[in-house]
Nanobody
């Protein structure tokens, strides 16, 4: 069974840090592009960052550049999102998702085959 399971969300003060994990099962992460999306109440889901762990290429949304770092541990079949200098506007449900590596880096949601259930990140001011 294919699964993506996120963990690591929580409540943090502005300026703080969190590390999200996305554990994959049923497929190998380095065969896919793994992305983190987020969705705030009343807003559309947006792509935040993605990685192709086969070659290490990454893409970051401008809003998180310099603050968030994505990484992959292929031995654990897990992708991480280190979030530093968090801001209240980072508050959202964060989802990880997987799309076939052939599509390249990007955030077109219908190309993503697998999605996790989401983890809440709340940043207080």
């Amino acid at each position: 069974e294919v699964q993506l399971v996120e963990s690591g969300g929580g409540l943090v003060q502005a300026g703080g840090s969190l590390r999200l994990s996305c554990a994959a099962s049923g497929f190998t992460v380095d065969d896919y592009v793994i992305a983190w999306f987020r969705q705030a109440p009343g807003k559309e889901r947006q792509g935040v960052v993605c990685i192709s762990s086969r070659d290490g290429s990454t893409h970051y949304a401008d809003s998180v550049k310099g603050r968030f770092t994505i990484s992959s541990d292929n031995a654990k079949n897990t992708v991480y999102l280190q979030m530093n200098s968090l801001k209240p506007e980072d508050t959202a449900v964060y989802y990880c998702a997987a799309q076939r590596r052939a599509y390249g880096l990007g955030y077109t949601t219908f190309l993503y085959d697998y999605w996790g259930q989401g983890t809440q990140v709340t940043v207080s001011s």
